[in-house]
């Protein structure tokens, strides 16, 4: 009896797959939705004020809680002001707060990562237990503590994320760092005679950064929730400026007189910018992940 056809049967090229198009099926989908989704938000919050000309921070008392016309689509929260105009000018200072934020964390604690993994000893011993100190603290906590200290405002969120989350970074790019030192490439490039700063920038941190990229993705995800959760306990971007959190805020006061649009609006904001980002710091994890 032939076994032929029972074999065809179970041979991965007869599983079912999805028609898709050879560009996406050679990558990843959830990278594609990921981009496409963000590339909408970007457009949309990039573009929507050259269109929405309504000032964001006019108070029209009279006109509270308007409701959906031409001249305010979405219409008016509790001081009259327009709530489009609002979110869209929110989203830009929320989302450029959240990427900006990402920036000296990536850039400090990837050097600092690097250096601990490379050199060893003390200098890694020195830069791990300065990082056990600040992760001995709730990221929340510790965060909020800061801004308490310094003040609200753009400024104070930038330092207080900054002296936080370096540790991630840090410890990511420490852990690739003491498997790649013993790489016989990094051997050749010491025997050759190329200075250490020449082999940590040329060929340490290019071949380790990767991994601290894709956490840069659901960082900007955690720290769209840190200036929102400020923001909606009055400790984030300073009023009058437009804020998904200082929307939500003012909103949940005036829930129970059927005022949403004020809290979902900037609500399903916030998730749907999460989703995008988590969806690109997947794809890239098949990207960019080491093939060992």
């Known amino acids: 009896m032939s076994v032929e056809p029972l074999a065809s049967q179970t041979s991965p090229q007869a599983r079912f797959t999805l028609p898709l198009p050879a560009f996406l099926r050679r990558h990843n989908l959830q990278l594609w939705i990921g981009l496409a989704i963000m590339g909408i938000i970007v457009a949309i919050l990039a573009i929507g004020p050259l269109f929405v000309t309504a000032d964001p921070n006019r108070q029209d008392l009279l006109n509270a809680f308007g409701p959906s016309s031409l001249a305010h689509p979405m219409g008016t929260d509790q001081l009259g ?8 000018n929110g989203g830009r200072v929320d989302l450029m707060v959240a990427v900006i934020a990402v920036i000296v964390p990536f850039i400090l604690g990837t050097a600092l990562g690097a250096l601990a993994g490379y050199f060893g000893r003390w200098v890694d011993v020195v830069i791990m237990r300065l990082a056990d100190i600040v992760s001995a603290f709730p990221f929340y906590v510790l965060v909020i503590v800061l801004v308490f ?9 930038f330092v207080a994320i900054s002296l936080v989350s370096w540790v991630a970074y840090a410890r990511i790019v420490r852990g690739e760092v003491l498997v790649l030192r013993e790489e016989e490439f990094i051997s050749a490039c010491r025997a050759s005679g190329l200075s ?15 991994q601290g990229i894709i956490y840069a993705m659901s960082d900007i995800v955690l720290n769209i929730g840190v200036v929102v959760t400020l923001s909606f306990f009055g400790m984030g971007i300073v009023p009058p400026t437009a804020d ?15 005022n949403y649009g004020l809290i979902l609006w900037p609500g399903f904001a916030v998730v749907l910018v999460s989703l995008a980002l988590a969806l690109i710091g997947d794809g890239l994890t098949n990207i960019l992940k080491p093939k060992r």
């Open 196 to 210: 250490t700063p020449r082999i940590l920038a040329r060929h340490v941190v290019p071949n380790t950064v990767s």
């Open 244 to 258: 998904w959190g200082q929307m939500m805020n003012d909103g949940q006061q005036y829930m129970g007189t059927g």
């Open 149 to 157: 200290v310094m003040g609200n405002g753009m400024a104070s969120i």
């Open 81 to 88: 002001r327009d709530i489009l105009s609002r979110f869209l």
